[in-house]
């Protein structure tokens, strides 16, 4: 994971920002910051991950220790298990964060002229749709990630975000469930909410990573800067 994690911040545009000035620097410069801070929810993701993988290894320890029937393991394993719950919380909402910042770039892109044409609209909007494709639910999971109380505080909300019709998926088998409620269960490497009345779910993993990775990459590639004197006068 340390190399994937390594990567996270490589490559980075190269901003003409002496060339710019009022608005556009304005701009340019939060287009600057939101590239950074793909970098910044990459090594989040990565460190969630690795917090945990490092459960897993600490909770087979204990169990190799212990034994499996042991009070000392249970108590071991709760509390492990307590630390994945905040990777999987993690994880979710920088999935949520990143597509942010991707919808930031192309909004900042649209109000600033000087860097207008430097910016690939059209492979970036290709990049926003497969992005969406990817993570269809990254909104309803970082609302239930975050905001789980607010999901089941009244009959009302319950009968508008729980689990109502039979679900077998996963390690999860229910049948004839009623308003059952999945708040960040913990399945291999899934995590699994209930909000509006369905289970929508993620993968806390080095392959997410991967294609979190994969996506930074591509919007980086999509700045192209002046090529020459000219081009950088042309830009202000």
């Known amino acids: 994971m340390s190399d994937s994690i390594a990567k996270c911040f490589l490559p980075m545009p190269n901003f003409p920002f002496s060339d710019l000035f009022g608005d556009d620097l304005e701009r340019a410069l939060i287009i600057h910051r ?23 290894a600490e909770i087979e320890r204990a169990a190799q220790e212990y034994g499996r029937r042991d009070r000392r393991y249970k108590e071991f394993n709760d ?40 910016i690939d609209g059209k492979e970036l909007e290709i990049i926003w749709r497969e992005f969406r494709a990817t993570f269809k639910d990254r909104v309803d999971i970082r609302d239930a990630a975050a905001h789980p109380v ?12 729980a689990l109502f019709s039979d679900y077998k998926n996963h390690g999860l088998s229910l049948e004839n469930p009623n308003a059952c409620v999945i708040k960040g269960v913990i399945d291999g490497r899934t995590v699994l909410y ?3 009345n369905r289970v929508v779910e993620y993968e806390l993993s080095a392959n997410t990573l991967d294609k979190l990775l994969h996506f930074k990459s591509r919007i980086c590639a999509v700045f192209h800067p002046p090529s020459s004197e000219q081009d950088r006068v042309q830009v202000s």
């Open 150 to 161: 607010d999901f089941f505080k009244t009959p009302e909300d319950i009968a508008e975000n």
């Open 194 to 196: 209930t909000v509006g």
């Open 34 to 56: 939101q590239f950074v801070e793909l970098g910044s929810m990459l090594q989040r993701f990565g460190y969630a991950v690795d917090l945990f993988d490092y459960c897993n």
């Open 79 to 118: 509390s492990r298990h307590g630390w994945q719950q905040i990777a999987a919380r993690e994880g979710g909402m920088t999935i949520c964060d990143f597509g942010k910042v991707i919808a930031s770039i192309k909004h900042n892109r649209q109000e600033c002229k000087a860097l207008y044409s430097r």
